[in-house]
């Protein structure tokens, strides 16, 4: 007996880490700046790209999902003064998985410049352009699920000329797994039958010798 519990102890032993969480991105907004007369910012128009329900798996800590999330323009064919007020940009996201499902925001800069910190050939297209946009986002966001699993979402920074636009992509990171939504990946339910089998075989043997002695 004490070596089928050895041997369900080892193949537990083995599986554990083997484990992956399912997300359902339920819906998603943004909320971005339009100008209008009389107020002062870059015109930003944006389409999005990921479908509602977006569904993804991470199967372990550390791993990275990444999808097109929309993309960001602007109509004005130069940067003016009053262009290069910021303005507030933010992304909503609403998950219904795992249960009972969790939200986040993630905010971040929009406006117009001609020049690109650190880089003098972005800076001279930009000039030919006509001026340049850009998003910054803010620090990623980590959002809890469950009891101890948390997800961070990290938006990609743009610059796009005017008129022009770029794709703002989304990365979402399984920061900490949450023992409460797991779910067991099919070699992990493998290693457990596997052990199971040779424990009862074990047993099976030993009742056998038993019989002939």
């Not at 406006?111 to 990623?140: E, F, K, M, N, R």
Request: with cysteine; proline share 4%.
């Amino acid at each position: 007996m004490r070596a089928f519990f050895a041997a369900v102890v080892l193949a537990l032993g083995m599986a554990s880490p083997a484990y992956a969480v399912s997300f359902t991105v339920d819906e998603y907004s943004i909320s971005h700046f339009t100008e209008t007369p009389g107020n002062q910012a870059l015109n930003i128009l944006v389409t999005e790209l990921m479908e509602d329900d977006h569904d993804f798996v991470l199967n372990s800590v550390g791993q990275t999902h990444t999808v097109d999330l929309f993309q960001i323009r602007t109509n004005e064919s130069t940067i003016e003064a009053d262009d290069i007020l910021q303005k507030i940009i933010s992304v909503g996201f609403q998950f219904s998985a795992p249960a009972p499902g969790f939200n986040g925001t993630e905010t971040g800069l929009t406006g117009g410049t001609y020049i690109v910190p650190g880089s003098g050939a972005l800076t001279g297209l930009c000039i030919i352009a006509g001026g340049c946009g850009y998003v910054v986002w803010d620090a990623p966001q980590v959002l809890n699920f469950g009891t101890t699993g948390l997800l961070q979402i990290q938006l990609t920074d743009e610059l796009f000329f005017t008129p022009g636009g770029g794709i703002v992509k989304a990365n979402f990171t399984l920061l900490q797994q949450d023992t409460l939504v797991h779910t067991p990946e099919p070699g992990t339910m493998a290693l457990v039958a596997t052990g199971l089998a040779a424990a009862a075989a074990r047993l099976r043997r030993r009742a056998r010798k038993s019989k002939q002695v």
